[in-house]
């Protein structure tokens, strides 16, 4: 459903963004200044019983780990499903319910499952588990985001007592990186199936492996975890007990309950929150996969015309943004992999970053290529959600911006649920030329999100189409060696920012606050997929 941009409520949102364009050369966030990015801390040395956490993103839909794409339901899974590999601290592939994968020929991973490991009912896991929990992911009845790994999968199989092997139709450089992603957790087959539909539930729940067992799901209220004393990893003894996980999504009450002490902490802590926080607890920052970008969506309206997508790239305010909305917890973009995200061949990337345009406002630039588009005069429309505050601030400042500089964008604000959609129907992109959101890699390889913009790619929602691109892209996929892939997926990469299809604007950096009496969590973007409550206790 579109809204004005003339609602009230826009209004002071639009008054809003003009304090963006003032703060842009000091104010609050020149005196706060950019916060220092915390790589580890002081270990816990005492047990706590119970520990509150907080969702921001609201109550998930599901626990189910196919599913397990979103925010939400990712920071709970991630303490209860484990998968055949998992993160280190800096993304390097770790042992779990696997020891080892051999990769005897490019198109060949066979996988040694660790025996005596065991579901939180006691029943071992086996390899008919495993399988059946990677076909669940691979079934389009469950629309499971992780299927993309299988694009080139030609089947997997039980090779052995604890041996599982997968084969490729063709190499594909990113199935490795996925082996340790929740597309690989592993679930009781007996279990899911004798809880059909509702696996996954509230009334269903889940079985897993992993540190923290399922409890309870009271809607609306809380979900409850307990730890698994018979979790096989007895090398990490988890210092906390019970978990709790809330679901506050307003801003104002997240900040509220986390100061007051009823919430022990959440990630992606508000930015508004930063100073009343500050001194009363841990509030943590550290480098993410995440960028914040501006998809063009309509390829017939008036982006469609290169000048205006160049005016558009021209007049955005990304120190604005940066200082402003992030407070200096981000960094303006050139392309739309950060830099945090270059996991190998680090000279390759930063070199071909170097020679991409520097993210910077130029309005008389702007004015120029406007005022000589003719479909610069078409209205534009900029969908994006009023469920994250920095988002709703950036799309009204640049609203305004364009307004300034002779573009008419017309706001269409969405809830959580409108903007979902967006991700799955193209019936809910009808209308919009232009879509606000952030997104981030599930790990450190480029490639990954440059896929989504190959040809015929379910997220490759206005059509794009570029042979060179799609040329680099295929054949990066199918190079095993760091150099060589780097090369071409930058190749990609500059022709991508030509295009601007995309128009990166910013990554902001990952945000944890837990209370004074807790210690151990260092903020990693890899918090969704790895059983970071293990490393939480009290100090």
Known sequence: MSRSRRLPALTAAILGACALTACSGGGPAAEAGAPKLTTSVPAPTRAVDTVTWNLPTGEPATLDPVLAATE?????????????????????????LATSVDHPDPLTYVLHLREGTKFWNGAPVTPEDVVYSVERVLDPAFGSSWIAWAQHLDRIEITGGHEITVRLKKPDALVPSYLASPAFFVVQKEFAEKAGKSFG??????MCTGPYRFGAWTQGQRISLTRNDAWWNTAVKP???NLE???IADPAAQTAALASGDVDGQFLVPTAARAQLAGTGHLLYGESLNTTFLSVLNRRGALADPAVRQALHALLPYEGIVESVYRGTAEPLRALVPPAAWGYAENTYEQAYERLPVPRQDLEKAKKLIAAAPDAEREIVLAYTTAIEEETRIATAIADTAGRAGLDIELKPLTGEQFGAMFASPEARKGVDLFLSTGFLSFPEPLEYYAYFTTGHFYNFPGYRNEKYDAAIAEAQTTEDPAGRARLVTEAQAILARDMINLPLVSQYLSVYYGPELTGLAPRANYLYTPWATALGGE
């Open 72 to 96: 939400s339901g990712g920071t709970v899974i991630a303490n209860m499903c484990e998968g055949l590999f998992t993160y280190g601290p800096d993304y390097e592939r770790e042992p779990a």
């Open 201 to 206: 539930t509230a009334r269903g729940g889940v």
């Open 239 to 241: 210092k906390v007990k």
């Open 245 to 247: 996980f809330g679901f």
